[in-house]
């Protein structure tokens, strides 16, 4: 089993940054893509961006240009850099892991962008 615990969100005013991380332990080895996805209240949960175990990366289009995905050298850690946040990033940022065995979600974070 992998266990995700993100951390880094909060309250920031539009166009500023936050950086979260995802922290994963267990059966780490076993993680091919570690992704972000949101959720905005009463809709439905949406793809941020993704990275590879090689280090490819990919982007839903909403955080194309303001969003970086990065992981760690022991790749145990995956950060979420957002910058020029607007009120529309406001959400529940969750980080999962794509792994051989199973997908898994940490617990989410909550982000809000004030206008």
């Known amino acids: 089993q992998v266990q995700l615990v993100e951390s880094g969100g909060g309250l920031v005013q539009a166009g500023g940054s936050l950086r979260l991380s995802c922290a994963a332990s267990?059966?780490?080895?076993?993680?091919?893509?570690m992704d972000w996805y949101r959720q905005a209240p009463g809709k439905q949960r949406d793809f941020v961006a993704r990275?590879?175990?090689?280090?490819?990366?990919n982007y839903g289009d909403s955080v194309k240009g303001r969003f970086t995905i990065s992981r760690d050298n022991t790749k145990t850690t995956a950060y979420l850099q957002m910058n020029s946040l607007k009120p529309e990033d406001t959400a529940v940022y969750y980080c999962a892991a794509d792994s051989t065995l199973s997908y898994y979600w940490g617990q989410g974070t909550q982000v809000t962008v004030s206008s």
């Open positions: 990275i590879s175990r090689e280090g490819r990366t």
């Open positions: 267990g059966s780490i080895f076993s993680i091919k893509n």
